[in-house]
C-alpha cells in the first residue's frame, strides 16, 4: 500500500485544484485579459524537464510566468556576481536562483543574496537552510541501496551498512562511475568527509570486486537492480522511487552508518521591492505540497525539506541518517580524491 500513497496524495491536491479553478469568479479572468503578464527571471541547474514542469504549473495557478536559464554552477555565480552592481537603482538580471546548495553557500558566503524567511521556510531544518535566511532547501535526494526482492529471499545478512556491502560474500552490486555524475562523486566526497580517507578506500576498495559495471546514468544501476542483474546498487533514491511506481520488484534499504546526499534550493538575489515580493511568493510556493505533488505527478519524487507537506510525511526515509554535506573540499582536491580512486582501486 505504501508506494501507493503518493498517487493517492496527488490525485486529491489535484481534484482540489481543480475545484479550486472552477470557484473562481468569471470576473476575474476578465480583469487579467489584455494585462501584461509579470514575469521572474530564474538561473537554475535543475534538468530542464523539471525546471518546465514547475514553470508551466506556477504560471497556470498564479499568473506569473518564471523564466527558467540553465546554467552550470560556474555560470550562476559569474552572472550573479557580474549582476550585483554597487547602484541600489538599477534593477538585477536575475531575480532568483533555483541550484544546488552548494552554489548557493558560495554565493551567501560572497554576499550576493538577498534574505527571505516565511512560515514554510521557518519550518525547514536548519541542516537544510542558511542561518541568516540568504537561501533555503527546497528537496533533497540520498543515495540509498536498491536491493533486488529475489535476492532479498536468500539471505538473512541484509546489507544495511556500507562496511556491510563492502564486506558481503557473493553479492553482485550496480553503481555509477564517480567520474560520471555528480551525486555519484558527491557520494565520494561526503563519505571522506564524514568518515575520513582511510574509511572509505577501504570500503570503495572492498566494493570494486562486487560492481558489475560502472554505470554512466543515474538510472542505469536502478534497471539493473529492478531486472536481476546485479543484487544491490548504490543509486539515488529519486529514481529508485521511479522504478518502484513502475512496478519493478526494489526494495530500499537506509544505510544506518549514514548517507550523502544533493540538497537543492532557492535564494532571492533582486533588490527591488516588487520583485522580491514575486520571487518570494514563487519560493514560498516550492516549498508547498503543490510543487511536490505536481513534480510527483510526472515521475520526479525527491523529498522535501518542508515538514508541514503531506509530501514529506508520506516518504518512508525522511529521517534518515545523513552525512554532514559541508565540506569545502577545492576543486583540486576534489580531483585528487577522484585520481587517487582510479590508481588504487578502479584500475587495481
Given at each position: 500500500m505504501r508506494r501507493y500513497t503518493i498517487f493517492i496524495l496527488t490525485a486529491i491536491m489535484l481534484v482540489l485544484a481543480v475545484v479550486a479553478g472552477m470557484a473562481l469568479p468569471v470576473d476575474a479572468d476578465k480583469?487579467?485579459?489584455?494585462?501584461?503578464?509579470?514575469?521572474?527571471?530564474?538561473?537554475?541547474?535543475?534538468?530542464?524537464?523539471?525546471?518546465?514542469?514547475?514553470?508551466?504549473?506556477?504560471?497556470?495557478?498564479?499568473?506569473?510566468?518564471v523564466n527558467f536559464v540553465p546554467m552550470t554552477p560556474k555560470e550562476i555565480?559569474?552572472?550573479?556576481?557580474?549582476?550585483?552592481?554597487?547602484?541600489?537603482?538599477?534593477?538585477?538580471t536575475v531575480d532568483i536562483v533555483v541550484a544546488d546548495s552548494k552554489i548557493l553557500r558560495e554565493a551567501a558566503d560572497l554576499d550576493l543574496l538577498t534574505p527571505h524567511t516565511s512560515e514554510a521556510s521557518d519550518?525547514?531544518?536548519?541542516?537544510?537552510?542558511?542561518?541568516?535566511?540568504?537561501?533555503?532547501?527546497?528537496?533533497?535526494?540520498?543515495?540509498?541501496?536498491?536491493?533486488?526482492?529475489?535476492?532479498?529471499?536468500?539471505?538473512?545478512?541484509l546489507p544495511d551498512t556500507w562496511e556491510k556491502l563492502?564486506?558481503?560474500g557473493k553479492i553482485r552490486v550496480g553503481i555509477t562511475d564517480f567520474l560520471a555524475a555528480d551525486a555519484s562523486a558527491n557520494l565520494m566526497f561526503q563519505m571522506i568527509g564524514n568518515l575520513g580517507n582511510a574509511k572509505t578506500y577501504e570500503i570503495?576498495?572492498?566494493?570494486?570486486?562486487?560492481?558489475?559495471?560502472?554505470?554512466?546514468?543515474?538510472?542505469?544501476?536502478?534497471?539493473?537492480?529492478?531486472?536481476?542483474?546485479?543484487?544491490?546498487?548504490?543509486?539515488?533514491?529519486?529514481?529508485?522511487?521511479?522504478?518502484l511506481q513502475n512496478g519493478y520488484p526494489?526494495?530500499?534499504i537506509y544505510p544506518a552508518d549514514g548517507t550523502s546526499y544533493l540538497l537543492t534550493g532557492f535564494a532571492i538575489t533582486t533588490t527591488d521591492t516588487t520583485r522580491h515580493a514575486a520571487a518570494a511568493k514563487f519560493a514560498d510556493w516550492l516549498l508547498s505540497d503543490e510543487a511536490q505533488l505536481y513534480l510527483q505527478t510526472n515521475g520526479f519524487y525527491f523529498i522535501?525539506?518542508?515538514?508541514?507537506?503531506?509530501?514529506?510525511?508520506?516518504?518512508?526515509?525522511?529521517?534518515?541518517?545523513?552525512?554532514?554535506?559541508?565540506?569545502?573540499?577545492?576543486?583540486?582536491?576534489?580531483?585528487?580524491?577522484?585520481?587517487?580512486?582510479?590508481?588504487?582501486?578502479?584500475?587495481?
Open positions: 480583469k487579467t485579459l489584455g494585462a501584461p503578464m509579470q514575469e521572474l527571471t530564474a538561473y537554475t541547474t535543475l534538468p530542464a524537464e523539471t525546471a518546465a514542469i514547475l514553470s508551466e504549473v506556477y504560471e497556470r495557478e498564479n499568473k506569473i510566468r555565480l559569474q552572472e550573479i556576481k557580474n549582476d550585483a552592481v554597487s547602484d541600489p537603482t538599477v534593477v538585477r519550518a525547514v531544518k536548519d541542516r537544510f537552510k542558511d542561518e541568516f535566511d540568504r537561501w533555503t532547501g527546497i528537496w533533497y535526494d540520498p543515495i540509498i541501496f536498491c536491493a533486488n526482492r529475489d535476492y532479498l529471499r536468500t539471505t538473512v545478512d563492502s564486506k558481503a570503495l576498495s572492498g566494493l570494486h570486486p562486487k560492481v558489475i559495471q560502472y554505470a554512466k546514468f543515474l538510472s542505469n544501476p536502478v534497471r539493473q537492480a529492478g531486472m536481476g542483474e546485479v543484487d544491490v546498487s548504490v543509486a539515488v533514491e529519486s529514481e529508485t522511487l521511479r522504478y526494489l526494495k530500499i522535501p525539506t518542508n515538514p508541514q507537506t503531506l509530501a514529506y510525511k508520506s516518504f518512508a526515509g525522511k529521517n534518515l541518517l545523513l552525512f554532514d554535506n559541508r565540506q569545502n573540499f577545492s576543486e583540486q582536491q576534489q580531483r585528487e580524491f577522484l585520481d587517487r580512486w582510479i590508481k588504487d582501486v578502479r584500475l587495481k
